[in-house]
């Protein structure tokens, strides 16, 4: 599903966001991605979804090699992927509803497919009833599945998470944690970067340390990390 | 790829939506372009005008030939020796001084009260009058080398013809239509400019929309629509508002034009707009379109980075 092969970032002002990379996520995983903010995390995720280019190296995504995809391809790349964001970017303007409808308008689905499917990834997330609410009038929970009901609309094989629970009390980011988990049951490859201990270390699934550009741990049911290199991590 | 009609319902909204968001930079890309071509109008209808009557004089191959007042009967018989022998002459009508001096007659009593009613004419006869001839030249082509070769017979005055006439039409139309080119460049550049000012707020206002849009998956040009027929929505109402303006003003220009022009011998003869207003609409639908299109384009190209 998504495989880094010798994966070197490097910026044009010189940083080095990332150093040789090699990391393999199958079909069907679940995987957290741990690191300090700087460590290389965001980088890793931009690189996923062609936001930026590698400098080196090889990125396949679902099937496509991102090092010679053509611009007019990248959309198509990210209708295969959701992506969910911990500012959850919902559109201010749009009800519930619409705000999951728009991620199937822009694709040029069918309206009858778009009355079918938007309801189904709303029952999902358990919203039905706030269809026609706007993103306002809710929690930021809410919110947030929302964005997580939007990016499943199309039914990707991908979801990437980017500090989902970032902006939630515990409560609300131990619903979406959960509601993520039901999402990788039903079959989609999961890859959540988060900074939250607690969770990581709760779900005991596959986690990927990344520090300073490397990958410095890949470990099946793992931790967030011992002591000593979670205080290396934050130091 | 074709755009399916669903897009196309889509796009058409947000465009609308957006040139009403930001309704005041919208009015002023609106009246700029009207502006232009409003100018553009009233010059391309002159233009359309003077040409009209260089084809309409340029169809008449009648030139007079004036004697000069003192020629005796026998000098005039030489003058019109010398015209009925003329190689490009076709046919030719000889204007006695008696005819001239009644055809002026007639003329100033027509105008009599334009020019003030009085008998200036009172106590004269019609011995300053000049004898005439009305010559019809083979081929309007001709008219310049038979007027030069005219002049040259002993006794000849003067001679009118309309190329004359032509020329002076051909100078001013020229002078119109640079004047008319800076201007109108200077106002479509001008257009272009505040069109893709319009554009760039609501590209920033939709910055975090089209960001969104991005992310998931929207194509380049699925973004970019919006904009591009925003920009031509806003001068397509340009035109509209510059058509109806310049049908107004020409129906108040028109019979003004035909009146006060008669200073081109023979009266000024205009184009009714009914017979313009095709082109002149098929004109204003492609400029609009190709400086609105342009401004969006120009404004995307500079800040919507998709």
Redesign the interface.
């Known amino acids: 599903m998504v495989e880094f092969i010798n994966v070197s970032k490097k910026y044009p002002n010189g940083t080095v966001a990332l150093k040789g990379i090699n990391l393999k996520i199958n079909k069907g995983d679940f995987a957290f991605i741990i690191g300090s903010s700087g460590s290389g995390k965001s980088t890793l995720l931009k690189l996923l ?1 062609k936001e930026e280019a590698v400098t080196e190296g090889e990125v396949i995504v679902n099937g496509y090699q991102l090092s010679n995809l053509h ?2 391809q990248i ?5 295969g992927m959701g ?1 969910v964001f911990q500012d959850f ?1 919902l ?1 201010p303007n749009k009800t519930v509803y619409e705000n999951v409808a ?2 199937m ?4 689905c ?2 009858k497919e778009i009355r079918r499917q938007v309801p189904m990834s709303l029952a999902l997330v358990g919203l039905s009833r706030k269809a026609n609410a706007y993103p306002h009038q809710l929690s930021g929970g809410e919110q947030q599945r929302v964005a997580i009901a ?2 499943l609309v ?1 039914s990707p094989a991908l979801l990437i998470a980017d500090e989902p629970t970032g902006n939630l009390d515990p409560e609300n980011s131990w619903e979406i944690v959960k509601l993520l988990t039901e999402v990788n049951q039903r079959g989609t490859t999961v890859v959540v970067a988060t900074h939250e201990k607690s969770i990581v270390d709760a779900m005991k699934k596959r986690v990927i340390a990344i520090d300073k550009g490397r990958i410095i741990r890949d470990q099946q049911k793992g931790l967030y990390g011992d002591e000593d290199t979670e205080y290396k991590i934050y130091s | 790829m074709g755009m ?1 009609i ?2 196309i319902k ?1 796009i058409l909204k947000t465009s609308i939506l957006n040139a009403s968001r930001n309704r005041l930079m919208s009015l002023a890309s609106i009246s700029i372009i009207s502006a232009a071509l409003i100018l553009f109008g009233v010059f391309y209808l002159i233009l359309v005008n003077l040409n009209y009557n260089i084809s309409v004089l340029s169809q008449q191959p009648t030139m007079q030939v004036f004697c000069l007042p003192e020629l005796t009967d026998e000098q005039v018989d030489a003058v019109q020796t010398e015209i009925a022998g003329n190689e490009y002459v076709e046919s030719f009508t000889v204007v006695s001084k008696k005819e001239a001096f009644e055809q002026l007659k007639k003329y100033l009593a027509d105008n009599k009260q334009e020019e003030g009613g009085s008998d200036i004419l009172s106590g004269y006869d019609e011995s300053f009058m000049n004898v005439s001839f009305i010559v019809k030249v083979d081929n309007p082509e001709n008219s310049e080398l038979a007027a030069t070769e005219f002049l040259s017979f002993p006794g000849v005055e003067n001679v009118e013809y309309s190329q004359k006439t032509i020329d002076v039409i051909q100078k001013v139309s020229n002078w119109v239509k640079i004047i008319s080119i800076v201007l109108i460049g200077l106002l479509l550049v001008i257009s272009l400019f505040i069109i893709s000012n319009t554009i760039k707020l609501t590209v920033f206002a939709r910055r ?2 089209i ?10 040009w ?1 973004i970019r629509w919006p904009f591009i027929y925003e920009g031509i929505f806003i001068g397509i109402i340009g035109a509209i508002i510059a058509f109806v303006l310049v049908a107004y003003i020409y129906s108040l220009g028109e019979p003004i034009m035909s009146k006060d022009l008669a200073v081109f011998g023979g009266g000024f003869a205009t184009v009714k707009f009914k017979a313009v207003c095709g082109t002149l609409a098929l004109i204003y639908m492609g400029i609009s379109t190709v400086i609105g299109a342009s401004g969006s384009a120009l404004s995307i190209r500079k800040h919507l980075h998709v």
Not at chain 1, 75 to 79: A, E, F, G, S
Not at chain 1, 105 to 108: C, G, P, R
């Open positions: 979804m611009h007019k959309p198509y790349l990210r209708r992506m970017r559109l728009f991620a308008e822009i694709t040029e069918i309206p939007r990016a199309n | 399916k669903r897009s889509y975090k929309e960001n969104i849009m991005k992310y998931i998956g929207a194509t380049d699925f």
